[in-house]
């Protein structure tokens, strides 16, 4: 099955600061999604992306499906960005393979 | 618009006991439904996935089963629960060419 490898695993950032999480894949995808789970467990959508650019607020992702990678960008981060963010892609049907996530800790 | 209720929020099971984690869907017809657990770590695991009532295709052999009994109800359950039962259930829905969209979740520990 598909492989899906997030970098990086733990990453500490102090407020107002960006980051570029980046979600490398093994084989070709039909959609990728990029979710962000806060400390209390809870999945959120952050992006539907199968390729291009897409951008909402503060966070904007990227996916080159013919180079096999996606990436998050955050933008002044904020507390409240803490928490897991997973990338899963979309490979056959509607069944997700999820990554192991990226650890983001944003310090006051 | 759509909502997706999972309970319970916590359980406490003794090993070798049976279980029943439910989950709906409201707002929308004929969705595919899926249970994923998370272990203690990060990644999700896909256990079981459902495109309709009574379809039901498992991911991983193991000691779950699940049932889909209605268009919006999907069921995961255990006849007899084992220590590595124990980890964080989530329920997850989507149609055709569109997001997953996951519950709250159940953390199940088990005794």
């Known amino acids: 099955g598909i492989q899906v490898e997030q970098s990086p695993p733990d990453l500490i950032l102090q407020e107002g600061a960006n980051s570029t999480l980046r979600c490398n894949f093994s084989d070709s995808v039909n959609n990728l999604q990029w979710f962000h789970q806060n400390p209390w467990g809870q999945l959120i959508n952050l992006f539907y992306?199968?390729?291009g650019t897409k951008q909402n607020g503060r966070l904007s992702a990227t996916t080159v499906a013919t180079e096999r990678y996606s990436l998050l960008y955050i933008s002044s981060s904020q507390t409240t960005d803490s928490g897991v963010y997973f990338c899963?892609?979309?490979?056959?049907?509607?069944?997700?393979?999820f990554g192991e996530g990226t650890q983001l800790t944003v310090n006051p | 618009s759509q909502t997706i209720h999972q309970w319970p929020a916590t359980l406490v099971q003794p090993v070798g006991s049976p279980l029943s984690l439910e989950c709906t869907v409201e707002?929308?017809?004929?969705?595919?439904l899926y249970w994923y657990r998370q272990a203690a770590g990060r990644g999700l695991q896909l256990l079981f996935y459902s495109v309709g009532i009574g379809q039901i295709s498992s991911e991983v052999p193991q000691n779950l089963s699940a049932s889909r009994p209605q268009d919006r109800q999907f069921i995961l359950s255990s006849k007899k629960l084992l220590l590595s039962d124990s980890g964080f259930y989530l329920c997850a829905w989507s149609v055709p060419w569109q997001p997953q969209h996951f519950g709250d979740g159940t953390r199940l520990s088990i005794l």
């Open positions: 992306i199968p390729s």
């Open positions: 899963a892609p979309l490979v056959s049907g509607s069944r997700l393979t």
């Open positions: 707002g929308t017809s004929n969705p595919n």
